[in-house]
């Protein structure tokens, strides 16, 4: 058996993730439903590890000591990306539609949690099944999966995984059938066609909210300095300092009692230290390249969780599991049909929003921006309606998503 300390399970964890992006280039379906590349390889490996074990082998232990703080990090710039400034920029849509997202991620876990209770499991699986893993996507599954652990559910890491999944591929398969059918249904057309919107290829979880933001200010360099380097060094220094400070948070939240992930006080820390920068520009944070040091973190942390996965142990859920999904994915295909469109406007743009709801409620922002992309390649651009999504799927959701799982956590757990 091999034994990999913490260094050597990382740069397995980094093989793993171009493993997958190979993958992902050459398998068309795989790029079409938009699967992370981490996944991709590090389900792989998990599959791999399991057929093995159950030959009687076990291959290979890893040590995921780097997986927390991987983890930590990456919530750490979603902290670093919720700007009042911004959420200001984006007018009273922004709110409504955040709100909206808000609103559905608790009925989300409500229905989650009725459905699971009804079938004889857990209510916790229905909430790990509900807003955890679908609105909030692999990452917040398997963020929030200790705790979920801790409170009874057993194989939570590899249960949110999964829902995480069949969430994605969902959200990128009836996203755009129905933002298809309000606009032929109701013969909406652009308002204009001077504005041109991003293929969906070219746009990123953060790429939409990033292009309101500055240039990344360069610092001034000394003789002979790299002001990239500069730069660089900045980004993760502010990054670390948040997380620093996010611990003391974490630690007060602990005392006083309250169940949270660890990420919360560095969410928070780096909240504060953004929307402080922005009125003072004393530190003028580096905003795309914190942002690129989160999605490397991400990308880092996924490939390790799921190269680690129990997949023997959800046997005995896989049924309750398909049944809370198949709920959830009717229940937001209604609500992106009916109170979604009219809310947002019953306009074009609104039909573009009603199919981004989709693809970032069941799946990930990349499924949001994929789904509008089908539409306004067709039908022509929707200007709001990548303003909106994105600012909401990539960055704020994550907050008020985080507030309430841990409320359903220390309610049901």
């Not at 996203?175 to 057309?189: A, D, Q, S, W």
């Given at each position: 058996m091999i034994q990999l300390d913490f260094v050597s399970t990382l740069a397995a964890a980094g093989l793993v993730l171009f493993a997958g992006y190979g993958l992902q280039r050459r398998v068309g379906l795989l790029a079409r439903h938009n699967i992370p590349a981490p996944v991709v390889g590090g389900l792989l490996v998990a599959l791999?590890?399991?057929?093995?074990?159950?030959?009687?082998?076990?291959?290979?232990?890893?040590?995921?000591?780097?997986?927390?703080?991987?983890m930590i990090a990456f919530f750490t710039s979603i902290g670093f990306g919720a700007s009042v400034p911004?959420?200001?920029?984006?007018?009273p849509a922004v709110a409504v539609f955040l709100a909206l997202a808000t609103a559905v991620a608790i009925l989300q876990n409500v229905a989650g949690a009725a459905v699971a209770a009804g079938l004889g499991v857990p209510p916790l699986l229905g909430v790990l099944a509900g807003s955890v893993t679908l609105t909030g996507g692999p990452a917040t599954g398997l963020a929030f999966a200790p705790?979920?652990?801790?409170?009874?559910?057993?194989?939570a890491s590899t249960l949110a995984v999964a829902s995480a999944m069949v969430g994605i591929v969902t959200g990128g398969i009836?996203?755009?059938?129905?933002?298809?059918?309000?606009?032929?249904?109701?013969?909406?057309?652009p308002a204009g066609r001077a504005v041109a919107s991003a293929p969906p290829e070219a746009v990123t979880a953060g790429d939409a909210v990033l292009a309101l933001e500055p240039p990344d200010p360069v610092p001034p360099a000394l003789a002979g300095e790299d002001p990239g380097a500069r730069a660089l060094l900045k980004g993760v220094v502010s990054l670390l300092a948040a997380m620093a400070v996010g611990s003391w948070i974490g630690a007060g939240f602990t005392a006083a009692g309250l169940t949270l992930p660890a990420y919360i006080g560095a969410m928070l820390a780096a909240a504060a230290l953004r929307n402080l920068d922005d009125v003072t520009g004393w530190i003028r944070l580096p905003h795309r390249l914190l942002?690129?040091?989160?999605?490397a973190a991400l990308a880092l942390f996924?490939?390790?969780?799921?190269?680690?996965?129990?997949?023997?142990?959800?046997a005995n859920l896989a049924l309750p599991l398909a049944v809370i999904l198949a709920v959830q994915v009717g229940l937001i295909a209604a609500i992106c049909l009916w109170p979604t469109f009219r809310l947002m406007g019953r306009d074009y743009d609104a039909a573009v929003m009603s199919s981004g709801f989709c693809g970032f409620m069941l799946g990930t922002t990349a499924n949001a921006m994929a789904n509008m992309g089908v539409l306004t390649e067709k039908y022509g651009p929707a200007p709001r309606a990548y303003l909106v999504v994105p600012m909401v799927g990539a960055f704020f959701i994550d907050f008020t998503n985080a507030i309430i799982i841990t409320a359903f956590l220390n309610l049901l757990g």
């Open positions: 791999g590890i399991t057929l093995l074990r159950a030959q009687g082998h076990q291959p290979v232990t890893f040590d995921t000591t780097l997986q927390a703080p991987l911004l959420l200001r920029s984006g007018g705790l979920f652990e801790q409170a009874g559910v057993k194989g009836i996203g755009g059938p129905i933002g298809t059918f309000l606009i032929e249904r109701r013969r909406l057309r942002d690129d040091l989160g999605n996924i490939a390790m969780a799921l190269m680690t996965l129990r997949l023997w142990e959800i």
